[in-house]
T-cell receptor, first 114, second 117 residues
Framework: DAKTTQPTSMDCAEGRAANLPCNHS???????VYWYRQIHSQGPQYIIHGLKNNETNEMASLIITEDRKSSTLILPHATLRDTAVYYCIVRVASGTGTASKLTFGTGTRLQVTL | GAVVSQHPSWVICKSGTSVKIECRSLDFQATTMFWYRQFPKQSLMLMAT???????TYEQGVEKDKFLINHASLTLSTLTVTSAHPEDSSFYICSARDQGAWGHGYTFGSGTRLTVV
């Protein structure tokens, strides 16, 4: 799986958009970009994923550059509950009946403040 | 959505004793489950891949005789920390994916905080 690079930490004011970058310059054509987050003392939570098109769901938006070497997770209106460590992971998708391992990097610690 | 239940959420045990942690997929079947360990202020480290009906696959550096994994059914995997020592104190997390779905998200348990005294 391709390696990712994320800033160690970021701050964001409550109500503002949080933009979390991720570099994955060695990504392969069949690898997806996944984002998970881990709130303190809990298990990680899936947020969103994408291959090459921008994606949006009820939690966040994912912007992937045209060359796919980097991406940005956007939390449009951050709240205090969004304070967590955010992990960007690049890997191939698993088909039905298979589940290959998920490897976590160091992630970005997002602190949302009043 | 897919739910993974992990039990207990925390446990304190004496040095030299064994502790069992359970991971259940509540509404889906999982041929494969994963066990992670996380030390304070560090990322999740994959320990092993648990395979239903067969032996687990351990990551390099993880002692298979110390961390016993049993995956007896499609909805249950257990991790037993044998002869626990204070250095085994950590946050243990399991995860699984609905094998019947072409999906992308892995579901994680809420974790077990183990303290060995």
């Amino acid at each position: 799986d391709a390696k990712t690079t994320q800033p160690t930490s970021m701050d964001c004011a409550e109500g503002r958009a949080a933009n979390l970058p991720c570099n994955h310059s060695t990504i392969s054509g069949n690898e997806y970009v996944y984002w998970y987050r881990q709130i303190h003392s809990q298990g990680p939570q899936y947020i969103i994923h994408g291959l090459k098109n921008n994606e949006t769901n009820e939690m966040a938006s994912l912007i992937i550059t045209e060359d796919r070497k980097s991406s940005t997770l956007i939390l449009p209106h951050a709240t205090l509950r969004d304070t967590a460590v955010y992990y960007c992971i690049v890997r191939v998708a698993s088909g039905t009946g298979t589940a290959s391992k998920l490897t976590f990097g160091t992630g970005t610690r997002l602190q949302v403040t009043l | 959505g897919a739910v993974v239940s992990q039990h207990p959420s925390w446990v304190i045990c004496k040095s030299g004793t064994s502790v069992k942690i359970e991971c259940r997929s509540l509404d889906f079947q999982a041929t494969t489950m994963f066990w992670y360990r996380q030390f304070p202020k560090q990322s999740l480290m994959l320990m092993a891949t648990s395979n239903e009906g067969s032996k687990a696959t351990y990551e390099q550096g993880v002692e298979k005789d110390k961390f016993l994994i049993n995956h007896a059914s499609l909805t249950l995997s257990t991790l037993t920390v044998t002869s626990a020592h204070p250095e085994d104190s950590s946050f243990y997390i399991c995860s699984a994916r609905d094998q019947g779905a072409w999906g992308h998200g892995y579901t994680f348990g809420s974790g077990t905080r183990l303290t060995v005294v």
